[in-house]
C-alpha cells in the first residue's frame, strides 16, 4: 500500500501539534519517524489510525483520498496499529484480543473459542510469530505481548502497519527480533510506518526516514548515508551535544553500601537479588537496563519506599531499613522519582507548594504545625531563579509547565537540600534537550559538590554521557560496576543478559590492570557470594 | 498510565488563558468569583431547579390538576390555577424561611446540623474519600451525647453540656474511625464500609430502644430518657435556636484553618490530589485517611449531640437523625467541598427546611419537594457541563483544554 | 521465606474456621445436653403441595457437636495446606456449617420450620439479587452503579402506580422497568456523557428517587389511595417440578418475579462470560481503549449495561411493592440497594457469585424474622445487622483481594 499524507494539520488549544505534514509511505517500505518526545509523531499516527481528526489536509491510500471516522475506518481500509501501550485486555487470552470486535461465534453469539484459538495459531505460524493463543495476556512477556499486538493488526489484513515507539519495553535481543520479523513483513509486500527516537533504530531498519520537528515535517533521509549527528541537528534544530562536558571524578567515602541485597514484590516473589554496590562521594554510578528488571524496586528500595528483603543498606554506615521515608529525605537522599506526575509533583498544586513537598511539616516552613507561607513562596522565587524554571510565578501551577520545567521543579527541589546521596531514576524522560544539558550539568555539579550520585536511566546515551562507572540491571541482578570506558556495544548485550565473562573475556572487566577497578578488592572478599547473570535467571 | 497531569509540547508551555496565575489582585479575584462561569453555571442550577419545581407543583396541586382536566377547553384556567399554586407554594417558602423573626432563627437552627453534617463530607472530599456514614456518625454521637446527657443530673452546665458535647464528638470520631483504619489496613473502600456502619447503627439505635436502661418506661412510644436541663443547649432570643449554631460556625472556622493553614491540612490536600507522589514525598495516606475520617466522623457526631441535646425536649427516638447523613452530603456538594461554601449551602438548605414546612402547612405541597428541589440543584451543579451544554456556555478556560493534549 | 498468597489465604480461611468450630462446639453444643430442636418440613405458606414428610426432633448437642467438628476439621485441613486452590470453597463451606448450628441452637425447644425459612431467604433475596445483577452488568462496562437505591425505589413507585390503575402486576412490572431505566438514563447521562464523577452522580440520584417518589407518594396516593392498591403478584406452582420433596416448595412454587430472577442469574452468568456481547461488555470495562481501536462503540456499551442494569434494579423495586408488599410506602427500599452492592462485591461481579451472596443476606433477613419469637439469648433485633457486619468482612478482604474491572469508574472519551 502506498499511503500520502498531504499537508496534514491538527491544532489543540494554544498549540499546533501537526503543521501541514507530507509524508509518502512507498509500497513495500520501512519507513522511520524520526523526533524528539513531543514533536508530533503520536498525534500524527493517531490522525493516521482514525482516533483523531484532521484539522486540514488529506490522506490518501494508493492515489485515492479516504476519510476515517474512527479506528474502524483505518482498519477497513487496511491500516494497522501496534501501540507503544499496548491496546490488550490483559485479562483475556490472547486469541480473545486478537478476535476481538471479530470474534468467531456460534448461532446465537456464543463465543467458539476452539475456532479464535486455531484461526490465531495459523496467523502466527504464517508470520513465523510464535505464540500460543490461549494463554492469558498479563501472563506473558513483554515481548510476546507486542507480538500479540501485531498479530492483531495482522488479523485484520493490515497492509500498512504502524509501530509506535515498539522497543521502548524491549531488550536489545527483542528489539533485533522485531527487527527481523519487520523486514519480513516488508518483504511479503507490506508497508510499515516505524515511530522512534532512537537514531540507532532506525538505521538498523529503516528503508527512509522522515524527520518531525515541532509539528513539522524538517527533512527526508536515508538512514544509512546520513551521519548521527546530521540527523541530530535536524531532530533538534542546533547541533547537539551527545556528550556532557565532564571532568575526572574524585571519589571520597562511601556513602550507599548495599550488600547482597535482596528485594521482593508485593506478593513476596524476589524482584532484584544479590545487590552489591557502593556509592561514593564524588562519583557518578549509572546503571543502566532496559525497564522492567527490577529498577523500579531497587531505587524504591534504596530511597526507603520499599523494604528489602535480605542483605543490607547502609547509608554513612547507618542501616537504611532503620529509618522512614520521610527521616531519610529530610537526612540526606534526594530523590528524583522516573515519574514526575504521578510520583514527583502534585499538580494542581503551585510550584512552591511542590517545592516543599517533602518538607511540608518540618522547620521553618512549618511552625507549631502551620505552614509559613510567607516562607515558602519566597524559597520557590529563589529557587525558580537559580534553577531557570520558565513560569509568570511561583503560584503557578505546576500542571501547566511544560515536561522540562516540571522535572527542573523536582530537580530544585530534590538538590538544593544537603544531600550526601542523589538517586535519580529516569531524570530526563520527556524533556527538552535544552532541559537535558541542563538538568545533566546539575547532575555533574552535585557530584563535584561531593554528593554521591546514582543514576539509573534506560537511556544508553544519557548512561554512558554521566557515568563514571557504569552498571546493568537484568533481570533483578546487578552485572558490574565497571569503570568507564566502556564500549556501548558491550554495555547492550549486558543488558541483553550476556556475563561479563561472555562480553570481557575470562577477567569479568573491561581494560583489566589499566586504571582498576574500585571494588575488585571487595568482591574478591564476598566471592563466596552467588556469580550473577550465571544463567539462574528466569528465562 | 494516567495522572493528573497531561505532557505538554516542549517548550510550548501552555497560557493558562483565565485560569488564575498568583498574580491577580485579590479585587480581580473577588469580580472573576462573582462574575466568573462557576457562578453562573450555579446560580443556573438554581433556576433549573426551581424550574423543575414548578412543573412538580403545577401537577400536583389540587386546583390546577383540576383544572387540567378540561384544560383544551380553558386552557386559561389551568394555567392560573397553576400560576396561584406556584407562586403561593415558592411564596411561603421564602416568607417562611425568611419572612419573620421567627423564620430566620428557625432557619439557622435548621442550619447548624446541616452545616456539621456538611463539613463531615466536605473534609473527606478534600482527602479524596467519600464519607456516605454522616448518618451512622450521626446517630453514634448523638447516642453518646444523649447517654452524658441524661446519666449525670448533678452536674452544673458549665461541665456538663460540654461533657456531652465532647461525648457526641467522640461517637462520630469512632465511626468515622472504623472506615478509615479499615481502607488503610485492609484497603476497604470506605463508601461501602460506611454505608453498611449506618445501617449497623441504626439496627444498634433500635435495639436501645428496647433496653430500659435507656428508654425507662416509655415502652409504648420507645424514646430515651430525657436530657437533664444542665445538658440542654440553651436558646437564645426567646426563640428555639440554640446556641449550636455558633458551635457550627467555629467547628467551620477550625476546619477551614486546619484545611488551609496547617500542615496536617496540607498532608490532607496533597494526598487528595495525588497521592502516589504524597507518598513519594514521605507523606502518609493511611494518616492522612485517617485523620480525615475521624475528624469528619467527629463532626457528624456534633451534629448528633446538636439534635439530641437541642430542640426542646430532644433526646433520642428512632429516626432522630432524620436523613443528616445524606443531606451533609448534598450541602458538601453545593458547597463544592469548600467550607465557606458549605457553609452557606448549609444556610441555604436550613431555609429551604423551614421554607418548605411553612409551604406545606399553607400551600399544601408536601415538605418532599424541598427534597427534590435539592436533588435537582445538587444534580445540575455536580454537572456543570449539563448546564453549559443546555445553556450553550463556553467552558472555563478553553485554552485549559491544552492541558488534555496527547502529543 | 517468601509467602505464597494462596497458602495465606487458606491459612485465614482456615483461622476463620477453627474459631467457629470451636465457638459452635462451646457455646452451641455442650450447654445443650437434651436440648431439641424440631426441624419441620411442613410448609406453611407454600400456595400449592406443601411436603408432607413431617418434623424431626433433632438433638442439639449433637448435631453441633458434628457441625463444630465439620468446620474444625475443615480449618485444620486448611492450615496444613490442603485445598490451598478452592480455600473459598472449603471456608464457605465451614461458614455455612456454623450457621447451620447456629439456626439448630438459636431455635433450641422450639420448631423451626425450614422449608418455610428457605423459601423467605430465597423471596428475600430477589430484589438483593437483582439490584446485584444491576451492578455487576454495569460495573463489567467500567461504570459504578451506586444508584440501585434509586432505581429500586423508582421502580416500586411505579409498579404500584400502574399495578393500581391497569389492574394488572405485569403492566406494574413494565412500568416498575421503564421507572428503573429512567433513572439509570440520568446516571449514564451524567457519568459516560457529562464526565460527572460516577459515585456521586449516583449518590445525587439516590437523593432525587427518594425525595421524588416520597414527594409524589405523599402528594398523590395519600390524596387517591386507590392509585396505592396494586394488583399483586402470587405464587404459582410449576406442576411436576414443585412437587419435589423439599426443593419443589421452594424453588418452584414460586411468584413470577422469583422465577424471573433465577432465570435473570443463569441467563446472565452464560452472557457475561460466554458470548460475544459479554466479551465486548468486558473489553469495555478493562480496556476501553483497547476495544474503542478495534472498533467497538464504548459510550454505546456503557449506555446499554446501564440501562439493563437498570431495567433489572427496576424489577427489583417491583418486587418490593407489588410482591413482598402490596402498596408502596415512602423509601420501602430501606438500605436494600446497599445490600445489593454488597452482594455484588461479595459475589466479585459474578452474576452466580451474587446471587450466592444475596442468598446468604436474604437467609440473615429471613432468620431474624423467624427466630423473633423465640428466646435466643441474643437480642434478634441484632441478627437484622448481620448482612451489614459480613459485607464490611467481606470488602475488608476476608475473601481475599477483590478485582475490580480494570477501567472501573474511569471516564473514557474519544475525541
Redesign the interface.
Known amino acids: 500500500m502506498q499511503l500520502e499524507l498531504q499537508g496534514i494539520t491538527k491544532r ?4 499546533i ?1 501537526n503543521d501541514h505534514v507530507d509524508l509518502v509511505v512507498r509500497d513495500g517500505e520501512i519507513h522511520g519517524l524520526l523526533g ?8 500524527l499516527m ?1 490522525i493516521l ?1 482514525g ?3 484532521a484539522d486540514e489536509g488529506t490522506i490518501l491510500i494508493d492515489g485515492e483520498p479516504v476519510h476515517f471516522d ?3 475506518d483505518a ?1 477497513d481500509a487496511g491500516i494497522g ?1 501496534v ?1 507503544q ?8 487470552t490472547v486469541a ?2 486478537v478476535t ?4 468467531f ?1 456460534h448461532v ?4 467458539d473459542r476452539q475456532a479464535a484459538n486455531d484461526a490465531v495459531r495459523d496467523l502466527s505460524r504464517k508470520h513465523n510469530l510464535p505464540l500460543e493463543p490461549d494463554v492469558l495476556v498479563e501472563d506473558l512477556p513483554v515481548g510476546l505481548q507486542q507480538r500479540a499486538e501485531i498479530l ?1 493488526a495482522l488479523y485484520r489484513e493490515a497492509k500498512l502497519l504502524i509501530l509506535d515507539e515498539p522497543t521502548a519495553v524491549l531488550t536489545p535481543q527483542e528489539a533485533d527480533d522485531l527487527f527481523e520479523a519487520m523486514a519480513k513483513l516488508r518483504d511479503d509486500g507490506r508497508s510499515l510506518v516505524f515511530i522512534s527516537h532512537k537514531l540507532r533504530e532506525h538505521r538498523a531498519i529503516a528503508d527512509r526516514i522522515s524527520i518531525l520537528r ?1 509539528g513539522k515535517i524538517v527533512g527526508t533521509a536515508d538512514p544509512r548515508t546520513a551521519s548521527d549527528e546530521e540527523l541530530a541537528e535536524l531532530m533538534v534544530g542546533r547541533p547537539v551535544d551527545l556528550v556532557v562536558d565532564k571532568p575526572q571524578s574524585s571519589p571520597g567515602e562511601v556513602v550507599l553500601d548495599l550488600d547482597d541485597v535482596d528485594i ?1 514484590d508485593e ?4 524482584v532484584v537479588q544479590g545487590i552489591t554496590l557502593q556509592v561514593r562521594r564524588g562519583e557518578i554510578v549509572a546503571v543502566a537496563g532496559v525497564e522492567g528488571n527490577g529498577q523500579t524496586e531497587f531505587v524504591n528500595a534504596v530511597t526507603g ?1 520499599h523494604p528489602i528483603h535480605d542483605g543490607r543498606m547502609l547509608l554513612l554506615g547507618d542501616d537504611l531499613s532503620d529509618h ?3 527521616e531519610l ?2 537526612g540526606g537522599i534526594g ?1 528524583v ?1 522516573q ?1 514526575r ?10 510550584i512552591a ?1 511542590n517545592l516543599v ?2 518538607h ?2 518540618s522547620e521553618p516552613y ?1 511552625q507549631r ?3 509559613q ?1 510567607r516562607l515558602i513562596r519566597e524559597h520557590a522565587d529563589h529557587a525558580i531563579e537559580a534553577y531557570d524554571i ?17 522535572q527542573k521543579v523536582v530537580v530544585a527541589r530534590e538538590f538544593d537540600k544537603d544531600n550526601a546521596l542523589l538517586v535519580a531514576a529516569q531524570p530526563t524522560r ?1 524533556v ?1 534537550v ?1 532541559s537535558i544539558e541542563y538538568i545533566h550539568k546539575r547532575i555533574v555539579e552535585e557530584r563535584d559538590e561531593g554528593t554521591a550520585v546514582l543514576i539509573v536511566s534506560s537511556e544508553l546515551d544519557e548512561v554512558l554521557a554521566l557515568a563514571d562507572r557504569v552498571a546493568v540491571m537484568f533481570h533483578g541482578h546487578l552485572v558490574g560496576p565497571f569503570d568507564m570506558p566502556v564500549d556501548k556495544g558491550d554495555i547492550g548485550r549486558m543488558m541483553a543478559g550476556a556475563t561479563p565473562e561472555e562480553v570481557f573475556g575470562p577477567s569479568g572487566v573491561p581494560n583489566p590492570g589499566a586504571g582498576g577497578d574500585q571494588d575488585a578488592g571487595e568482591r574478591a572478599r564476598r566471592a563466596d557470594a552467588p556469580r550473577r547473570g550465571d544463567g539462574e535467571v528466569e528465562a | 498510565m494516567s495522572s493528573d497531569m497531561q505532557p505538554t509540547l516542549d517548550d510550548e508551555r501552555v497560557d493558562p488563558g483565565e485560569r488564575l496565575t498568583g498574580e491577580e489582585s485579590l479585587r480581580d479575584r473577588l469580580i472573576m468569583a462573582v462574575t466568573g462561569p462557576n457562578v453562573t453555571v450555579t446560580i443556573l442550577a438554581f433556576v433549573m431547579a426551581f424550574v423543575v419545581g414548578a412543573v412538580l407543583i403545577a401537577f400536583s396541586d389540587e386546583a390546577s390538576r383540576e383544572a387540567l382536566g378540561y384544560v383544551t377547553s380553558r386552557p386559561s384556567d389551568f394555567f392560573t390555577a397553576a400560576w396561584d399554586a406556584i407562586t403561593g407554594a415558592y411564596g411561603a417558602l421564602i416568607s417562611g424561611a425568611l419572612g419573620s423573626g421567627t423564620g430566620i432563627t428557625e432557619s439557622l437552627l435548621a442550619a447548624t446540623p446541616l452545616i456539621l453534617a456538611g463539613l463531615a463530607v466536605a473534609l473527606p472530599f478534600r482527602a479524596g474519600l467519600f464519607n456516605i456514614g454522616g448518618e451512622g456518625q450521626v446517630i453514634a454521637g448523638g447516642m453518646f451525647a444523649a447517654y452524658v446527657g441524661f446519666n449525670f443530673p448533678g452536674l452544673p452546665l458549665v461541665v456538663h453540656l460540654p461533657l456531652a458535647v465532647a461525648a457526641g464528638f467522640v461517637g462520630g470520631a469512632i465511626m468515622g474511625f472504623i472506615p478509615g483504619i479499615l481502607k488503610v489496613r485492609t484497603g476497604a473502600h470506605e463508601v461501602i464500609v460506611t454505608i453498611m456502619l449506618n445501617n449497623i447503627a441504626i439496627v444498634l439505635l433500635d435495639w436501645t430502644l428496647t433496653l430500659p436502661t435507656f428508654i425507662g418506661n416509655a415502652t409504648l412510644s420507645p424514646k430515651w430518657l430525657p436530657i437533664a436541663d444542665s445538658a440542654d443547649l440553651p436558646t437564645m432570643f426567646g426563640s428555639r435556636l440554640n446556641i449550636g449554631i455558633f458551635m457550627a460556625l467555629v467547628a467551620a472556622v477550625v476546619i477551614h484553618v486546619f484545611m488551609e493553614r496547617s500542615a496536617r491540612g496540607f498532608e490532607i490536600e496533597a494526598v487528595g490530589l495525588n497521592p502516589t507522589a504524597a507518598t513519594t514525598a514521605g507523606m502518609s495516606v493511611g494518616r492522612a485517611t485517617i485523620w480525615a475520617l475521624t475528624l469528619a466522623g467527629g463532626l457528624a457526631g456534633l451534629a448528633g449531640s446538636v439534635q439530641t441535646l437541642g430542640v426542646s425536649d430532644g433526646g433520642v427516638t428512632a429516626g432522630f437523625s432524620g436523613g443528616l447523613g445524606f443531606d451533609g452530603i448534598t450541602v458538601a456538594l453545593l458547597g463544592r467541598s469548600r467550607v465557606p461554601g458549605t457553609v452557606m449551602a448549609g444556610l441555604l438548605f436550613g431555609a429551604l427546611e423551614v421554607g418548605g414546612r411553612a409551604m406545606q402547612a399553607e400551600a399544601g405541597i408536601n415538605l418532599d419537594l424541598v427534597g427534590v428541589l435539592q436533588a435537582l440543584i445538587i444534580l445540575f451543579v455536580a454537572a456543570p457541563a449539563l448546564v453549559r451544554w443546555l445553556f450553550r456556555l463556553d467552558r472555563p478556560s478553553r485554552r485549559a483544554k491544552a492541558k488534555e493534549v496527547t502529543a | 521465606m517468601t509467602g505464597d498468597p494462596l497458602v495465606t489465604r487458606a491459612r485465614r480461611f482456615g483461622t476463620v474456621a477453627i474459631v467457629l468450630g470451636v465457638f459452635t462446639i462451646v457455646v452451641f453444643a455442650i450447654p445443650n445436653a437434651g436440648v431439641v430442636t424440631t426441624l419441620s418440613l411442613e410448609s406453611r405458606l407454600a400456595g400449592g403441595a406443601g411436603s408432607q414428610i413431617g418434623s424431626i426432633d433433632v438433638p442439639v448437642l449433637w448435631s453441633t457437636l458434628v457441625l463444630g467438628l465439620g468446620a474444625l476439621a475443615l480449618g485444620v485441613a486448611l492450615w496444613m495446606g490442603r485445598w490451598r486452590d478452592h480455600a473459598i470453597r472449603a471456608g464457605g463451606a465451614a461458614i455455612g456449617l456454623f450457621v447451620i448450628a447456629f439456626l439448630l441452637w438459636a431455635a433450641r425447644g422450639e420448631t423451626l420450620f425450614v422449608v418455610d425459612l428457605a423459601r423467605l431467604s430465597l423471596r428475600a433475596a430477589v430484589p438483593l439479587t437483582l439490584g446485584a445483577l444491576a451492578g455487576v452488568v454495569s460495573e463489567r462496562a467500567g461504570v459504578v452503579n451506586i444508584a440501585i437505591e434509586g432505581q429500586l425505589l423508582m421502580g416500586a413507585f411505579m409498579a404500584a402506580v400502574l399495578a393500581s390503575v391497569t389492574e394488572s402486576p405485569m403492566m406494574g412490572t413494565v412500568a416498575a422497568i421503564l421507572g428503573g431505566v429512567a433513572i439509570a438514563a440520568m446516571l449514564g447521562l451524567l457519568s459516560v456523557k457529562f464526565d460527572t464523577d460516577q459515585i456521586v452522580a449516583g449518590v445525587v440520584l439516590i437523593v432525587f428517587a427518594t425525595g421524588l417518589t416520597s414527594f409524589l407518594a405523599s402528594q398523590w396516593l395519600t390524596v387517591s389511595p386507590d392509585m396505592n392498591s396494586p394488583a399483586t403478584f402470587s405464587a404459582f406452582a410449576i406442576p411436576g417440578l414443585s412437587s419435589i420433596p423439599i426443593l419443589g416448595p421452594i424453588l418452584f412454587d414460586q411468584s413470577f418475579l422469583v422465577y424471573v430472577t433465577l432465570a435473570a442469574v443463569i441467563i446472565l452468568q452464560y452472557g457475561v462470560f460466554k458470548t460475544r456481547w459479554g466479551l465486548r461488555l468486558r473489553s469495555v470495562g478493562e480496556h476501553p481503549k483497547a476495544a474503542d481501536t478495534v472498533g467497538i462503540n464504548v459510550p454505546r456499551t456503557r449506555w446499554l449495561a446501564v440501562l439493563l442494569g437498570g431495567a433489572l434494579a427496576g424489577m427489583g423495586g417491583a418486587f418490593l411493592s407489588i410482591d413482598a408488599a402490596s402498596s408502596f410506602t415512602e423509601e420501602m427500599s430501606g438500605g436494600k440497594g446497599f445490600i445489593a452492592l454488597a452482594a455484588m462485591l461479595a459475589g466479585r461481579y459474578n452474576p452466580r457469585g451474587a446471587f450466592g451472596a444475596a442468598l446468604v443476606f436474604g437467609l440473615s433477613e429471613a432468620s431474624a424474622r423467624a427466630l423473633q419469637g423465640f428466646d435466643v439469648g441474643i437480642p434478634s433485633t441484632l441478627l437484622l445487622a448481620t448482612p451489614y457486619v459480613v459485607t464490611i468482612l467481606v470488602v475488608s478482604g476476608l475473601i481475599g483481594r477483590l478485582r475490580i474491572p480494570g477501567a472501573s469508574a474511569q471516564h473514557y472519551s474519544t475525541e
Open positions: 489543540f488549544p494554544g498549540v501539534a524528539e518526545n513531543g514533536a508530533g509523531k503520536s498525534t493517531n489510525y482516533l483523531y481528526s474512527g479506528p474502524g482498519i496499529m501501540h501501550h499496548f491496546m490488550l485486555v490483559p485479562v483475556f480473545e484480543n476481538l470486535g471479530t470474534e461465534a446465537g453469539g456464543r463465543l492483531k515541532r521482593a506478593d513476596g516473589v524476589d519506599l522512614s521515608r520521610v529525605l529530610r530523590h522519582p515519574d506526575n504521578n510520583e514527583g509533583l502534585v499538580g494542581r498544586m503551585s507548594e513537598l517533602d511540608w511539616n512549618a504545625g502551620l505552614m507561607f520558565r513560569t509568570p510565578g511561583a503560584d503557578t501551577l505546576v500542571g501547566s509547565l511544560s515536561g522540562g520545567n516540571q520527556g527538552d535544552g
